[in-house]
């Protein structure tokens, strides 16, 4: 189905046109009655006047598409627009797409927006009108409140309900904490953002209740209730100034080189190091005008239209970009059909349309910032947006997944006689569990992800997964995100596992199985007894090859240089007595360096930001602080470089282990009979006292964090030391992070 570019109107440039017709007939009934009363020893006179009024009227026409606002401060002295430097506003270009962000730029040629996706340069002449004000926070969080529908969790609602609190939207807030509330009764920040309060003993009061206890004199903070204090009953608490945290100023570098890898330096190195720095800046300045390009791609209406031998490929983005489609799909095709031979029951072709930035996607569809695409059942067609988005963001994953949908649609006669593991855990498999290899342009499957792995490991331990007897009776709309994972984990071990073989005929079988009529629970059972003798025997064998699952390593060491390619990037090691560790790491590291036998370690994570939309800072503020402030101590944040890019910078140290309650006071407590008394036990020997192990010192560590904001993740450099040796250490850490680079490169 093609979608026409359309133009849109808005009630505010309405308006404005409104006034400027309005003044424009004012000004023509003047000018005729003026004529009616001149003689002809006047018109030169008027001649004169006119002409003088005339680039005055010129320069009023030329301003008047955007509505007047109060401006602090203009952008450009001869500007279009005189939008204000860091206005949000959204762009209506020609073609009836829209980008929506932070006015960075304006000069008379073009205007820069920034937004979570980057900085989009707009020529002045592509721009239909310019939408600012409230108008734009409105349209904004109706974006954002589809894209929480559509995830569907408490956590997406709580989301949306600080970002409309940030922007004072305090109805929308309330209404998103609601529904937040409503999805998962118990949930704390939902609570909060209601204005509920806990006291110390734990007990939740609703936000009348906490009103009554305010006017008592209690008071509230962060939705934890503290009473009035002693003999100030009535009265609101007197509080203690609240002592800012200390935030150390970043020190200007020099060459964008830390000061004290400086002086490790000889002169011969710090010119190597200054040709390297030269050389990272034009690869980004060449690798961004390259995705530009792409990303400018041409008006729908010129698409590029391949007819492959399976798919339908139509692409504006470049007709390079369309070509590198075309071969992904065909590749993901030949790849499904060696796993699953059935015959097509369908001969239409699926239409795939890959629109050429995420804003054109988002118009065109109506979908939020998190989606990346879909598949439509009725259609067979597969929609998404072409870019090397983010830090290791791909539209291949994308299409890997909602093409294995459109694979289904073609090859199933009814894709709904299929429970939900089957087909999102196939979809999972081939989209998330394998990449592609551009030399012999085919696909490499079986991959373990590491999200859905460490994921499913944590629920099997926790005993909080799907059960394989139960696992047919998901209803679909009991299927969330967190049984992603689990599919997976059973399409992978029934491909993959220690008897693939019978796998893989297991799944053949059920695929034929549900040609005709619903498949259900029995006949998984059915099929767990003739290959694993049991489904309580194949639950056992699956447990056991799911928790000793271990992912691939991230990359690949080269001398003192470990390289990633799956997550795009690389570091150096800072000397011969950091050792690489590949394997045995946490979930969130690629790569961890060790110093000998000690402690100090320096790693790379990466982390997720559930909210694309959600800007590097707030992220930051709202969810990674938080989070930290409750685990450390001493959190103090500031900012610098990883690799010659601007980053945030934090600085922690571990909490020390509260001490035990005396078990004295325990008892007492439990007892609650002021009346009783207790036998005592007899006073303990010094024999007895020396026998006793004595419990070692607390030694905590300090930590220093690099972290780089993307759209969907973070990298995050980190170094953790012995609190006695970070000033030593901290210098390797700041070699490693120096030494950072990002690779650039489409990966499609």
Known sequence: MKLESTSKSTPQNLSTRAENLTQRSRYIRQRKQTMYKLTCAHFLTLVLVLGLLAPFSSSMAGTSRISSHSSTRSVGSNSSFALELGERVIVVLKDGSEVIGELIEEDDDSISVKSVFGVTSIETSRIESVIRGPEVDRREFAKREKSANRRGSAKAFIDLGKWATQRGLADRAREAFERALALEPGNEEARIGLGWGQTSEGEWKTPSDVASLMIKGWSLDAGKLSPPSQGRSGNPPVRPPVTPPVVKKPQPP?????????????????????????????????????????????PWSQRSVIKSRNWIIECNSTPEVARTYQWIMEALSSTLNKFFKSKEVRSQKPLVKIYRNHEEFMLKTGMGGGVGGFYQPSSQNVTAYHGTFGLTGTTYTVLAHEGTHAFQG?????????????????????????????????????LIPRDRLFHIQEKI???????????????????????????????????????????????????????????????????????????????????EYVLGLKPDPAGEVDGDRFSSMDFMF????????????????????LVLLRKGDTRNEIRVRLLSKSDETQSPQDWIDNDLLPSMRKKYDKVQQTKGELGGLAAYVLEFEDRAPAPPAEKEEEEAKKEGDAGSRKIQDPPKSPDDVKKQPEKEPFKPLKYRSYILVGVSNAYELRGSFEAAEFASLIQDLEWVAFSFEKILRNRW
């Open 570 to 589: 690389s570091i150096e090691r800072p000397g011969k007595d950091w050792k690489y560790l590949l394997v045995d790491i946490e979930d969130r590291d």
């Open 254 to 298: 020099q060459g964008g080189t830390p000061e004290s890898v400086l002086e490790r330096l000889s002169p011969e190195q710090l010119e190597r190091r200054k040709r390297e720095l030269e050389r990272r800046k034009k690869g980004r300045e060449k690798f961004e005008e390259k995705k530009r390009r792409e990303y400018e791609g041409v």
């Open 410 to 446: 073609k090859k199933m006669p009814n894709m709904g006689n299929y429970p939900n593991w089957y087909i999102e855990g196939m979809a999972v498999y081939f989209g998330d569990g394998s990449k592609l290899d551009y030399k012999k342009k085919k696909l490499v499957t079986g």
């Open 461 to 543: 331990r926790d005993n909080k997964h799907t059960p394989l007897s139960k696992l047919d009776g998901l209803e679909r709309n009991r299927f969330s995100g967190t049984h992603y994972a689990d599919s997976w984990a059973v399409m992978h071990f029934l491909i993959n596992g220690p008897e693939s073989k019978k796998g893989q005929r297991f799944l053949a079988e059920y695929w034929v199985m549900g040609e005709k009529r619903p498949v259900e629970q029995g006949q998984f059972n059915m099929l767990a007894e003739k290959y694993f003798d049991s489904v309580s025997e194949m639950e056992k064998v699956w447990q």
